[in-house]
Nanobody, 119 residues
Framework: VQLQAFGGGFVQAGGFLRLSCAASGRTFTMGWFRQVPGKEREFVASLSRSGGGAYYGNSMKGRCTISRDYGKNTMYLQMNSLKPEDTAVYYC????????????????WGQGTEVTVSS
């Protein structure tokens, strides 16, 4: 499985961005993480293919929505009300597990897409 994330960029505080992650190959659970230099990679959200539901990390809960287009084999992260502290490199990941919310739960990782939120 190969993953390619895109959609990052510069945005002012209060703005929004939609990240996309295109997958090659069948995946069960897909998710988003983010990382800033010097800190651990942080769970943002994950979504199971069917029945497993959506899970959100505390950092962006209520301000982001994860979704998938199974026809396009693509995952999205709609991020709203962005804050400067949301500035990070965002990574998409895929798992063969029914539910995955930790780094160790994901077997496949894409390259990051950088999000910068200015104050």
């Amino acid at each position: 499985v190969q993953l390619q994330a895109f959609g990052g960029g510069f945005v002012q505080a209060g703005g929004f961005l939609r990240l996309s992650c295109a997958a090659s190959g069948r995946t069960f659970t897909m998710g988003w993480f983010r990382q800033v230099p010097g800190k651990e990679r942080e769970f943002v959200a994950s979504l199971s293919r069917s029945g497993g539901g959506a899970y959100y990390g505390n950092s962006m809960k209520g301000r982001c929505t994860i979704s998938r287009d199974y026809g396009k084999n693509t995952m999205y992260l709609q991020m709203n009300s962005l804050k400067p502290e949301d500035t990070a490199v965002y990574y998409c990941a895929a798992s063969n597990a029914w539910v995955a919310t930790s780094i160790n739960g994901f077997e496949y990782w894409g390259q990051g897409t950088e999000v910068t939120v200015s104050s």
